[in-house]
């Protein structure tokens, strides 16, 4: 079938199918070769079929019209294969597509399957047509371009394939083949690993297109693996180097640049484009500028590499780091366990119901505190959806205190509540803040001296900024400003064999889930505020969507009425 190709202009890329019997008008008022351009006249120029043959005329068009740089005058013009018929700024070439592709399997093999050798460029065959190379300083220019836009992809993203299919997408935007292929090596310390096809491209998709079945020259691909230059065919159906490809014939390939994806000396797979467009051909010039693309693209993937490398060492080693800290932890509460089980063992062999009850508060503390840990742990790894309601704060509060409460008798440490009573009801997961507020009672009881140690549990409710604070104070020997951030690093704790560095770092998550903040106010020997502030007002906790009502303080209610 004979058809125009827009190589420039605003149209660029588009395909029109000539009929074989209706003449064709090309203009930008044209139903059947529409174009865009606004150099190009309204009726520029008519394509007519003649006992086989095409003949194009220019319609008194106000620039002209141009086939192969010569104006049409007033006689018409026939038209061969190959030849560049140009309309204002569009310029476009009359060609002949080769029959549709088949799509039987190619196994693409290593390169010790070939011994062959590929020149770097290669000279057009006569009866090729390569288009006329454009302005030197303009293709440097167009060059510069591409080549800024591969260097600012390449270092927007670590993704492999998405790096890739951003890669395929520029060549397809400058080159405009008709097909385009990155294929790369499963196994690079194996020669003889096939090659895995990462990104697939076609201009106009076959139908017959069998996914799994990706039709390739292999002559081609071993041309590029073997000697790892690019390689230019410029009529590849009648290259006498392709011969014994029989794929090159068999899909229709007339020109192809296939170059390979290297870094160094590693070369990671190749990058494939060609055309089934008879008598049009890739330049040279696009050989260089894809050479240069596939350089950039193993810099690319050697960086990708590195980076998960490097992503993959500091996991292991925050793995490690953190199960060396947890099995810290649990062994030191295992042994509490352990002297707690043997004094209510030996009490129960001796019958002793007194020495029974003093080993079995050290079995509970410790049973508390690996419960603890665990819902911690739970809590700082695993992201749950919060679920939001209307809570009063005092109630919650209290119970936080009744739990604490015995811990706090046994140690004589003096436990005290200013709870606000202008304190609505506000959104928050009792659950979670019950959690958060619990860590922060046991960090102060941790922290308050026996016997003269004094633990502060306060509410308030900021009406003007719509915000609940709870602050839980300490006597103890306080915290170095210097520290005040560390402390709230996961598996960080001042408490030595006591903490498992998690209350602080599981306080600070449910609370920025909640949308709210929190705050140390510590000095040395000057004991430890934490202090929690939460939006009374927040409507994007609902799963739902569903609004919450805003809290309505005291006040505001004796207002109304």
Not at 356 to 379: F, H, Q, S, V
Request: proline fraction near 6%; aromatic fraction near 4%.
């Amino acid at each position: 079938m004979l058809v125009l190709h827009v190589l420039q202009g605003p149209d660029r890329g588009m395909r029109f199918d000539l009929p074989a019997d209706e003449p064709q008008l090309i203009g930008r008022s044209s139903e059947s070769l529409p174009l865009t351009d606004s150099t190009v006249s309204r009726r520029h120029a008519e394509l007519t079929p003649d006992d086989g043959k095409w003949f194009l005329r220019d319609l008194d068009s106000s620039n002209g019209t141009f086939v192969n740089g010569v104006r049409i005058t007033k006689d018409r013009v026939e038209l061969s294969p190959g030849d560049q018929v140009r309309c204002g700024s569009t310029l476009l070439i009359f060609a002949v597509t080769a029959q549709e592709e088949k799509s039987d399997r190619v196994r693409v093999v290593g390169p010790a399957d070939m011994d062959v050798t590929v020149e770097r460029r290669v000279d057009p065959n006569e009866d090729s047509m390569i288009l006329a190379e454009p302005d030197p300083v303009k293709a440097a220019i167009n060059h510069l371009r591409v080549i800024y836009e591969l260097t600012a992809l390449t270092c927007s993203t670590i993704d492999r394939d998405g790096l890739l299919s951003s890669v395929m997408d520029l060549i397809f935007e400058e080159f405009q083949p008709d097909r385009g292929f990155i294929l790369l090596e499963k196994d690079h310390e194996n020669p003889q690993s096939l090659l895995e096809p990462v990104v697939v491209r076609y201009k106009t998709r076959p139908k017959t297109v069998d996914e799994g079945r990706i039709p390739v020259s292999q002559t081609i691909i071993q041309h590029t693996l073997k000697q790892g230059e690019g390689i230019l065919s410029t009529n590849a159906m009648n290259d006498t180097r392709f011969r014994s490809g029989d794929s090159v014939r068999e899909y229709g390939i007339r020109s192809a640049i296939c170059v390979p994806i290297r870094a160094g000396q590693r070369i990671f797979g190749v990058i494939h484009i060609d055309s089934s467009m008879v008598q049009f051909t890739f330049t040279e010039s696009q050989l260089r500028l894809m050479d240069a693309i596939g350089q950039h693209a193993g810099l690319a993937l050697t960086n990708t590499q590195l980076v998960s490398s490097k992503m993959q060492t500091e996991r292991l080693a925050a793995i490690g780091q953190t199960v060396a800290s947890v099995s810290h932890s649990i062994k030191n509460i295992l042994q509490g366990l352990r002297g707690g089980a043997d004094a209510v063992e030996l009490a129960l062999n001796r019958g002793d119901l007194k020495l029974a009850r003093e080993g079995w508060p050290i079995l509970a503390r410790n049973l508390d505190r690996i419960y603890g840990l665990t819902l911690n742990m739970l809590t700082y790894s695993k992201h749950r959806e919060l679920e939001p309601e209307l809570t009063p704060l005092g109630p919650l509060i209290e119970e936080a205190a009744q739990l604490i409460g015995p811990q706090c008798d046994h140690r004589r440490v003096g436990l005290l509540l200013d709870l606000a009573e202008d304190l609505p009801p506000i959104p928050l997961d009792a659950n979670a803040i019950h959690q958060a507020v619990m860590n922060l009672l046991t960090n102060a009881l941790d922290a308050a001296p026996p016997k003269t140690g004094i633990i502060t549990i306060t509410t308030r409710f900021l009406p003007d900024r719509h915000e609940a604070r709870i602050t839980v104070s300490d006597n103890g020997p306080g915290i170095a400003p210097q520290r005040h951030e560390e402390v709230f690093e996961a598996f960080h704790s001042t408490k030595g064999q006591r903490g498992t560095g998690l209350g602080l770092a599981v306080t600070r998550k449910i609370v920025q889930e909640h949308g709210g903040s929190i705050e140390l106010q510590s000095d040395v020997g000057r004991g430890t505020t934490i202090v929690i502030t939460l939006p009374t007002d927040r409507t994007d906790l609902d799963s739902a969507d569903t609004k919450l009502p805003r809290p309505i303080s005291p006040a505001e209610l004796e207002q109304d009425f």
